[in-house]
């Protein structure tokens, strides 16, 4: 069953450019994993600071071989530098 994943990111004031660029870079590699089927990142249009990560995997499986990457660990390490919140992810399954 495939698995959807929610990322929340809220910059730290004056970091906004530096989340950009680290989502930028996590998702491009992310991509090219076998287990994904898709990952976008998103910035909010009603605040600046607020970023999103919507991604969907094959399975369970597919997204902890994910989180083990050296570009994912690398990223979760740096964006928690560049954030005012905790980042909250949300794990899925479609219902309808």
Request: hydrophobic share 45%; charged share 25%.
């Amino acid at each position: 069953m495939a698995l959807f994943l929610f990322a929340r990111f809220h910059a730290r004031e004056g970091n906004e450019g530096a989340v950009e660029r680290a989502l930028a870079k996590v998702v491009e590699p992310s991509r090219e994993e076998v287990g994904c089927i898709e990952i976008h990142a998103y910035r909010s249009t009603h605040d600046s600071r607020l970023f999103y990560i919507h991604s969907r995997w094959k399975d369970e499986a597919a997204f902890e071989i994910h989180a083990a990457l050296p570009h994912t660990t690398h990223f979760i390490e740096n964006i928690e530098s560049l954030v005012d919140q905790p980042v909250e992810i949300s794990r899925a399954h479609r219902i309808a």
